[in-house]
T-cell receptor, first 111, second 117 residues
Framework: GENVEQHPSTLSVQEGDSAVIKCTYSDSASNYFPWYKQELGKGPQLIIDIRSNVGEKKDQRIAVTLNKTAKHFSLHITETQPEDSAVYFC??????????FGKGTRLHILP | DTGVSQNPRHKITKRGQNVTFRCDPISEHNRLYWYRQTLGQGPEFLTYFQNEAQLEKSRLLSDRFSAERPKGSFSTLEIQRTEQGDSAMYLCAGGGGTSGIFYNEQFFGPGTRLTVL
């Protein structure tokens, strides 16, 4: 089955700087790659996703890139703000549309 | 707010007791997924439904776990004879809307935190 590796596990960036989180996946048949943000005590919130027919997608300060050949994808957050502090999960779909998650990255935005 | 609700939000039980959690997705969600999340980990897939049909249950953690979605709307997850290792956050997600393009998007509820004493 699908295996998703995510790094770093913890990331601290100065407010206003950019943050990058990287993930790799194992199943070349995966076609859907969502990213979730989880705040303390809440369920994961879908913030952006990318499908295998595109290499990059952007939504305001958030962008995702996908390299299907290398089987890796990344989340980029620019102009970070205090409210970006949270745990971020990457994920990839497995056959029958299950989603397999990485272990998460705890992002700290420093004042 | 995704519109997916879960009840109860917190449950404390003694080892050996049975517990049942409920998930209510929005009406457009013909798919419903259950996950378990332990501290410091990502959500771990357990099972999912397409309408009332349970399409995969091989990843339910043991035969003490069962799930139902009798009318294709709300779903319940039951854990029998709870053990301390069952302590975790149990999340459900709705998805698979009527649009074929976005069929695999999943929207999570707030979760039920289970503590087994």
């Amino acid at each position: 089955g699908e295996n998703v590796e995510q790094h770093p596990s913890t990331l601290s960036v100065q407010e206003g700087d950019s943050a990058v989180i990287k993930c790799t996946y194992s199943d070349s048949a995966s076609n859907y790659f969502p990213w979730y943000k989880q705040e303390l005590g809440k369920g994961p919130q879908l913030i952006i996703d990318i499908r295998s027919n595109v290499g990059e997608k952007k939504d305001q300060r958030i962008a995702v890139t996908l390299n299907k050949t290398a089987k890796h994808f990344s989340l980029h957050i620019t102009e970070t703000q205090p409210e970006d502090s949270a745990v971020y999960f990457c994920a990839a779909d497995e056959r029958d549309d299950k989603i397999i998650f990485g272990k998460g990255t705890r992002l700290h935005i420093l004042p | 707010d995704t519109g997916v609700s879960q009840n109860p939000r917190h449950k404390i039980t003694k080892r050996g007791q049975n517990v049942t959690f409920r998930c209510d997705p929005i009406s457009e969600h013909n798919r419903l997924y259950w996950y378990r999340q332990t501290l410091g980990q990502g959500p771990e897939f357990l099972t999912y439904f397409q309408n009332e049909a349970q399409l995969e249950k091989s990843r339910l953690l043991s035969d003490r776990f069962s799930a139902e979605r009798p009318k294709g709307s709300f779903s319940t997850l039951e854990i029998q004879r709870t053990e301390q290792g069952d302590s975790a956050m149990y999340l459900c997600a709705g998805g698979g809307g009527t649009s074929g393009i976005f069929y695999n998007e999943q929207f999570f509820g707030p979760g039920t935190r289970l503590t087994v004493l």
